[in-house]
């Protein structure tokens, strides 16, 4: 059995690009290849910056023949349709079968299909990846129509097996297949051919290339620890940038250098984030001092001077950067210290957040009014919270973020603390974006939580009060990842929070703003009659504001039952939870429909719900029909049997425990309690026959009944669970 | 001066700068407008550019207003268009088996020019030399064929080749000449005034008024028949006009270092440089340069 191996080389291919790009190679060429009927054994697939290679070991030598049958139309038929069938068949008559069929006789054609050799579908398959090849962004390059990441210099295609090796041919746009390479482009830039997948990767080691992308990260990261280590120093783990380096190189060649000293006071977060950003290098600490003191770079070659000349270069480029860094880093800090970073607050009046929503600065206005509000109730400082909120996004005008964005917040820490402002309010300005993703830790302190909650209130207020809504895969203001957060926030934290009243308040600050604006511009000496319809126009903008407000909570409602359908939980099950009173406390809500989950997968729980609705369905129906509610008090007296005595008994009970519980939040208590009475339940209606003859008797278990909709329905809507 | 003699060698014409003020090399219609259409094309320039808002009053090591950039432009891209650009890197003295050289990521794109292309910036070292780019579409006409573009910044390579960290260092004559020069004292004064002109004195209304101005001559010239009624000849005056959007695009440049146009207002006005872009690009290919003849257009 023959094994297959292809390699496609061309200029540099973007580091980010190349990982997926060998997995698609792998999956387009070997899915091709079964389709045809050619099976293989193994497959691997491997990339460098330049080349991008497959493997695949056991093929079929050639597809299996194959009989393929198709039925014609009736014996008899019209000349027109016989030679339409013919032709799609590529047969004359006398090859066809005539056979029985239901409705009489049928022309069948039977057409072998011969093997095929596995070089011509090799080529096929191969062509068409190569065309049809997704790359996130592709291009021509001089005369020619293929398209490709960067120019396509020359395809690498055998067949080899004990007798020797093959080239499978083929020419694609005048690149034509062949069984050569070339090595490093700079150590070993000559052409070579090769027999096989061994052979390849072993010459293609002398020619300085790594084939295996996580043979040359290992080999990266091993190297800079060692180099570290022999220093006493510890290199800052860095995944993403480590496959990045390892795509941007064939022989990497790790150097180590030192950072000038008049830098490692620079925050260690500017000095890792400069470094890594613009020139890909690691950060290496000195555990001693905790600094960061010296970096890693990834070099592609191999020079006389051991790199000498290459670590000059790179640490020339360096200095100039943090350079750059130091400039922007002491200008921003005489503003924080002398300024109380208030000219950067200024400065985001004329920084648009969203083309409709005004300015940044309106934003921040808002956001630390609602904060206040939302103080009290995370347990957070108003005046701190307030004082939070005014800052948390002042360095967004500092010279610093203005370079590197990705400092937002952080450097706002930096800012804060150097003016004198308590650390509850650099850690909010730190901490008040987070969480950003479903791994990104909850901020805990008090200040944080009340300005990260009003941030995300107001976003949501904003975009709804202008009906800019997430739609199917359209979320460009992430406003699905903000409510994530936001349960997150309130969950975590357990705070107990309504939101309705804060969005009530989100949204009344806006109408208030835009009322003022609306009077203001039709002025005090305006008749009667015009202020009476901006009057009229304001109740219609409340009115549309109200449906806004609505539908915020039920996207609120919708984006949570996701987030809890990670956890397990149903959404019937939450849905019981969201029609109960108070189902706006996101926090309450979480807790009652984690514990109803909990208490529907005990045995007990889930047949109560039989039970429950069971008695539910007789009192609706007997309700109906006597046009009463049975709301009463069932006296026990009136009980028959044991059972029916048992379930007072049991009601009472369970009443004693879920009510207190229930008061206190204690979900898990209230509803164990509340499985408890499906046991007394269902022997009530074992042994009893609800429609007693006795009017009295009738009456006195429909207000039983009306006990256990009661007692349960306090605990959740159960009529909105399934099963 | 090596890098001009390499180019010539290869067969590139060697040009001179345009003679107007532009953002980048890029600009030089021998790049912008060649580049369209199917006519073969090779040339090699230096072309002074100027972008306001680098001003650093001459303060700065290695930013400038007005600064110097190699251009290379060849049409259809060379399939050893790589090997070609490595070798003027040796030219120039930047030895390959002692210099860590790199291909890294990166896409250009031009939104006055209604361009992009994909490619690299070019690392020596870690440092930036050079983009090297595969234009794809320029004046929003689909490039066929290709043109592979080289841009080198020269300062930035001389400061490496010569070993310098401050660019206003560098000898910019014979050091041991009677007179030794360098570039700080051909260019800090220059740069400093150029500085407070473009970042606090340019007159806006006057700047505003010249855009609209070029705005609207381009298109009176693009409005023009294509058959000249003096000389009875087919003249398509797609360079003039293509001048009028330079100069719309330098002043463009301008305001937006005084400060006064606002975020909102820069997409509007980069559109505006585009449309003019674009009209250019749509007569430059009626032209025989452009590959126009009377044959095909029947």
Redesign the interface.
């Known amino acids: 059995m023959p094994d297959l191996l292809i390699e496609l080389f061309s200029e540099e291919i973007p580091a980010r690009m190349q990982g997926k790009a060998a997995d698609d190679l792998k999956k387009l060429v070997t899915n091709g290849l079964v389709e045809a009927g050619l099976t293989y054994a193994s497959a691997g697939a491997f990339s460098t910056p330049r080349r991008l290679t497959l493997s695949v070991d056991g093929l079929l030598a050639a597809s299996p023949a194959v009989k393929e049958e198709r039925k014609g139309p009736k014996v008899g038929a019209p000349e027109q349709a016989m030679a339409g069938f013919l032709r799609s068949t590529g047969l004359s008559e006398d090859q066809l079968e005539a056979r029985d069929d239901k409705k009489g006789q049928v022309w069948f054609a039977v057409i072998d299909k011969p093997g095929r050799p596995a070089a011509e579908i090799v080529a096929e398959v191969l062509e068409h990846t190569i065309r049809t090849f997704p790359w996130p962004k592709s291009m021509r390059w001089g005369a020619g129509t293929l398209r490709w990441v960067r120019p396509l210099h020359s395809i690498l295609c055998i067949l080899s097996d004990e007798t020797g090796a093959e080239v499978v041919d083929l020419d694609i746009d005048g690149i034509k297949s062949g069984d050569t390479t070339r090595g490093h482009r700079f150590m070993a830039p000559d052409a070579f051919s090769v027999t096989s997948f061994d052979d390849y990767a072993a010459k293609l080691k002398r020619a300085k290339v790594v084939l295996d992308a996580s043979e040359r990260a290992d080999h990266i990261w091993a190297d800079a620890t060692n180099q570290a280590f022999a220093q006493g120093m510890e290199v800052v783990e860095d995944r993403g940038l480590l496959a990045e380096v390892a795509g941007l190189v064939e022989w990497p060649v790790v150097l180590m250098g030192k950072i000038e000293e008049q830098f490692l006071d620079l925050p260690p977060e500017v000095l890792k984030t400069s470094m890594k950003e613009h020139q890909k290098f690691f950060s290496v600490k000195n555990p001693k001092s905790g600094r960061i003191e010296q970096y890693v770079t990834v070099a592609n070659i191999e020079t006389s001077d051991q790199g000498a000349t290459i670590l000059a270069g790179n640490g020339r480029v360096l200095s100039a950067r943090l350079a750059d860094g130091k400039f922007f880093w002491e200008n921003d800090l005489r503003i924080a210290k002398g300024d109380k970073m208030q000219p950067w607050i200024d400065a985001l009046e004329n920084v648009t957040f969203h083309n409709k929503l005004g300015s940044q600065k309106e934003r921040i206005e808002r956001i630390a009014a609602l904060a206040r509000e939302i103080a009290p109730a995370v347990g957070a400082d108003p005046d701190l919270a307030e004082q939070a909120a005014r800052v948390a996004k002042a360095d967004l005008s500092s010279e610093m973020v203005y370079e590197f964005p990705e400092l937002q917040g952080l450097m706002g820490r930096y800012y804060a603390d150097a003016a004198g402002m308590p650390p509850e309010v650099g850690a909010a300005c730190e901490e008040h974006y987070s969480p950003l993703g479903p791994s990104d830790d909850v901020p805990t302190a008090p200040v944080s939580v009340a300005v990260a909650l009003a941030d995300k209130i107001d976003t949501f207020t904003a975009f709804w009060a202008m009906n800019e809504l997430p739609s199917g895969s359209k979320d460009p203001y992430a406003l699905r990842r903000s409510a994530l957060g936001l349960f997150r926030l309130l969950s975590e934290n357990n705070h107990n929070v309504s939101i309705a009243e804060l969005l009530h308040r989100s949204f009344d600050e806006r109408l208030a703003v835009t009322a003022k604006m609306l009077r203001n511009v039709i002025g005090k000496e305006a008749s009667d009659e015009k202020k009476a319809i901006v009057e009229e126009e304001l109740l219609i903008i409340q009115a549309t504001a109200e449906k806004r407000k609505h539908s915020l909570l039920t996207f609120l409602h919708d984006r949570l039952k996701v987030f809890l359908k990670d956890k397990g939980v149903r959404h019937d099950i939450i849905d019981a939870c969201i029609a109960m009173e108070g189902s706006d406390d996101l926090n309450l809500l979480v807790k009652r429909a984690e514990a109803l989950s909990d208490a529907l997968k005990t045995d007990d729980g889930e047949n109560l719900i039989q039970g429950f609705k069971r008695a539910n369905n007789i009192l609706s129906k007997e309700e109906e029909k006597d046009g009463v509610s049975y709301e009463l008090d069932p006296d026990i007296k009136f009980a028959e049997n044991d059972e029916e005595k048992a379930l007072f008994k049991a009601l009472d009970t369970a009443e004693a425990v879920i009510k207190p519980a229930m008061e206190q939040g204690d979900f898990a208590t209230a509803m164990a309690a509340m499985a408890k009475l499906r046991g007394p339940i269902d022997a009530f209606f074992e042994a009893t026959q609800v429609n007693s003859d006795n009017p009295i008797v009738r009456r006195n278990r429909l207000c039983l009944l009306h006990r256990i909709r009661t007692i349960c329905g306090g605990v959740a809507d159960l009529t909105k669970v399934e099963g | 001066m090596r890098l001009q003699n390499y180019w010539a060698a290869k067969g590139c014409a060697v040009l001179q700068p345009y003679d107007m003020e532009v953002g980048a090399g890029t600009f030089h219609p021998a790049t912008t407008l060649r580049a369209l259409g199917s006519t073969p094309w090779a040339a090699a320039y230096v072309q002074p550019s100027r972008r306001p808002t680098d001003g650093r009053y001459g303060d700065s ?2 930013r400038w207003q007005h600064y110097y950039q190699y251009q290379v432009i060849i049409k ?4 050893d268009l ?1 090997a070609l650009y490595l070798g003027s890197l040796e030219a120039i003295g930047i030895d ?10 990166d ?1 250009w794109e031009s939104p006055t020019l209604g361009a992009w ?4 910036e070019v690392w ?4 930036e030399v050079s983009q090297f780019t ?1 234009f ?1 579409q320029v004046g929003g006409h689909d ?4 043109s ?1 573009e080289l841009t080198y910044g020269l300062e930035r390579l001389a400061m ?1 080749v010569l070993g310098f ?1 401050d660019g206003n260092e560098m000898p910019f004559n014979d050091p041991d000449a009677p007179i030794p020069l360098t570039y700080g004292d051909v260019f800090r004064e220059a740069e400093a005034q150029y500085a407070r002109w473009n970042f606090d004195v340019a007159d806006t209304d006057t700047l505003l008024q010249h855009f609209k101005d070029a705005e609207a001559e381009c298109a009176r010239i693009l409005a023009e028949p294509a058959d000249d009624p003096k000389t009875g000849r087919r003249i398509v005056m797609a360079q003039p006009a293509y001048d009028q959007c330079i100069k719309a695009s330098h002043l463009f440049n301008l305001l937006d270092a005084r400060g006064v146009i ?3 207002e820069r997409q509007a006005y980069i559109g505006r440089v585009r449309t003019l872009t674009v009209a250019c690009a749509d007569a430059f290919v009626q032209t025989a340069a452009g590959g126009y003849s009377p044959e095909n257009a029947a």
């Open positions: 090591p290695n259809p891209s060379p399939p790589q390959m088996k002692m210099h860590d050289i790199r291909f890294v990521e896409d292309g994909l490619g690299w020596c070292d870690g440092m595969y794809q490039c066929k064929p290709v592979g490496y960290d606002s975020v909102t």
